[in-house]
């Protein structure tokens, strides 16, 4: 026997030998944890298509935000579910508004917490879109002044972040000059930038209320066989001056991950979205895969696929096994 070979296998010997040599790591800080806010009192909600996801009224919120804080986790993101929809978003940009109340209030009690707005329409307008609807069609630029009065509106409610969900084009220009007007030049935009039409929202909207009841997103979120169009619309918000790129679904997306992460320099935010979350959760709840080793999976190859913060529902589940 006289083989001649590579010895892979060498640095994969022992736990400490497998540590020395891993090429990617998963931190606490690297997470950003969603919380959905509701008008009301006394609510803790469980969504039912996405099992230890609760919707929280503003009394209880607090509790949420306190853990995720405890755990280590630095960022939350916040939707809101409001009690009034109507047909231009009110609720959205509503100095009272929901998510403008929950900000100020987790600010007020975790001023170390950064707060992230997510900024759309879809959870307040009757018809369920992310923009102006006349007959039939979603309207770009007529959105985008509802965009930037809801975006100045959580600016000023003390939001750290604005994240702009809703796809209508040139909202980051939009966006980012309204804020600067406004004198919140240091409000960063974490831009949704490359974000697909895609059935793994399911979940989610149901957390949301936020189903478009006629239609559905086509015209104004992206086709998942595209992955060219991804790079232009990273690049348009680049040049647009966002701070942060999303890419959405993630690991059906890592490919785009990857190709965005050569492409631009700045921080890229993976969307582990509703639909990835529940799937795990229900083979889990099945007992035909091991959550913690599946989900610690995931969020390796997110990183690995080039993302640097990864949003998900998982993230206080993702601290305790980091923390253990
Ligand atoms: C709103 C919005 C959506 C998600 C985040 N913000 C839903 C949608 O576009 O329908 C999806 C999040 C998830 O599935 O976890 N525009």
């Not at 606490?28 to 803790?44: A, E, H, Q, R």
């Not at 609807?133 to 509802?146: F, P, R, T, Y």
């Amino acid at each position: 026997m006289n083989y001649s070979f590579d010895r892979h296998r060498r640095l994969r010997n022992s736990k400490g030998m497998r540590d020395l040599v891993r090429e990617t790591h998963v931190h606490t800080k690297d997470l950003i944890y969603p919380i959905f806010v509701m008008d009301g009192n006394d609510i803790k909600n469980p969504v039912n298509s996405m099992p230890g996801v609760y919707q929280w009224s503003l009394d209880r919120v607090d509790a949420e935000a306190a853990e995720a804080v405890e755990k280590g986790i630095q960022a939350i993101i916040l939707f809101g579910v409001p009690a009034h929809k109507d047909a231009v978003g009110t609720s959205a940009y509503d100095t009272e508004g929901i998510v403008q109340r929950a900000t100020r209030q987790i600010k007020a009690n975790h001023p170390e917490l950064t707060v992230i707005a997510d900024t759309c329409l879809c959870q307040f307008t009757d018809h369920g879109h992310c923009g102006v609807v006349q007959d039939g069609q979603i309207l770009n630029d007529e959105s985008l002044d509802l965009l930037v009065k809801t975006a100045v509106s959580q600016a000023e409610a003390g939001a750290d972040i604005i994240a702009p969900s809703n796809m209508m084009d040139g909202f980051t220009t939009a966006i980012r000059q309204g804020l600067d007007e406004a004198g919140f030049k240091h409000v960063p935009v974490m831009s949704y930038s490359v974000k697909y039409s895609s059935a793994f929202y399911g979940p989610f909207r149901d957390a949301a209320h936020s189903s478009p009841q006629s239609g559905d997103r086509k015209t104004y979120q992206m086709d998942p066989a595209n992955r060219r169009e991804a790079f232009r619309e990273a690049r348009s918000d680049v040049e647009e001056g966002a701070d942060f790129l999303i890419v959405k679904p993630a690991l059906s997306y890592l490919d785009i991950i990857r190709d965005v992460r050569e492409r631009e320099e700045l921080p890229i935010v993976a969307y582990n979205v509703s639909g990835e979350y529940s799937m795990v959760k229900a083979a889990a709840q099945n007992g035909w895969i091991d959550e913690e080793a599946v989900v610690m999976e995931k969020m390796v190859s997110m990183k690995r696929a080039g993302a640097d913060l990864i949003l998900t529902y998982f993230a206080k589940d993702v601290a305790d096994w980091l923390n253990k």
